[in-house]
């Protein structure tokens, strides 16, 4: 089964509002955790990551977690903006693969 | 300067039929990945290469499916006897080795009659 669960989406926000983006993973080791965005029209791009317990990612106002004993990764920010609409992955690597295994994706939708 | 490129963007083809995906990464990558990502879901691993060699290929769905990189560059990834099943979108990516950070091209999007 998958081992990286996102919470479902779409979501739906308004300008400014306060995002949350749940993510869990399943994994042995210390994998890397990564976060991508989808931009309408365009390919995969990296959002943020951290390779280690207690890292902070952070990027464009974006910032996430790596909360070992919790297993989590979750996606905040605290004033989303219209552009930010897009489609948000979160995405593990364990130690000794390369390979990149996604969550299924959430939608953001953010209206002015 | 230039991404990952993939061609053809889009292509459609009939049950049965031979495709060709082409990837050119970004110049000076030495790994190379292909995914693949149904609608509605997220990219999954298909097969990764360092250099000319696949390095790891579990993520293949059967022997239908081949990818050669045969001068550590442009790879092409060529699925026989397509079904229906195989319409998805086929991602590419490249990065400058392990354990850095994985580009992604804008895909190609493949209909099976």
């Known amino acids: 089964g998958n081992s990286v669960t996102q919470m479902e989406g779409p979501v739906t926000l308004s300008e400014e509002a306060f995002l949350t983006i749940n993510c869990t993973y399943t994994?042995?080791?210390?994998?890397?955790l990564f976060w991508y965005v989808q931009y309408p029209g365009e390919g995969l791009q990296l959002l943020l990551k951290?390779?280690?317990?207690?890292d902070k990612g952070s990027n464009k106002g974006f910032e996430a977690t790596y909360r070992k004993e919790t297993t989590s990764f979750h996606l905040e920010k605290g004033s989303v903006q219209v552009s930010d609409s897009a489609v948000y992955f979160c995405?593990?690597?364990?130690?000794?693969?390369?390979?990149?295994?996604f969550g299924k994706g959430t939608k953001l939708t953010v209206n002015p | 300067g230039a991404g990952v490129s993939q061609t053809p963007s889009n292509k459609v083809t009939e049950k049965g039929k031979y495709v060709e995906l082409r990837c050119d990464p970004i110049?000076?990558?030495?790994?190379l990945y292909w995914y693949r990502q149904s609608l509605g879901q997220g990219p999954e691993f298909l097969i990764y290469?360092?250099?000319?060699?696949?390095?790891?290929d579990s993520g293949l769905p059967n022997d239908r499916f081949f990818a050669v990189r045969p001068e550590g560059s442009v790879s092409t990834l060529k699925i026989q006897r397509t079904e229906r099943g195989d319409s998805a979108m086929y991602l590419c990516?490249?990065?400058?080795?392990?354990?850095?950070?994985?580009?992604f091209g804008p895909g190609t999007r493949l209909l099976v009659l």
């Open positions: 951290a390779t280690k317990a207690d």
């Open positions: 110049s000076g990558h030495t790994a």
């Open positions: 990516a490249s990065s400058f080795g392990e354990r850095e950070t994985q580009y």
């Open positions: 995405a593990r690597r364990s130690g000794g693969s390369e390979k990149l295994v």
């Open positions: 994994a042995t080791g210390y994998p890397s």
């Open positions: 290469f360092q250099g000319t060699g696949a390095a790891d």
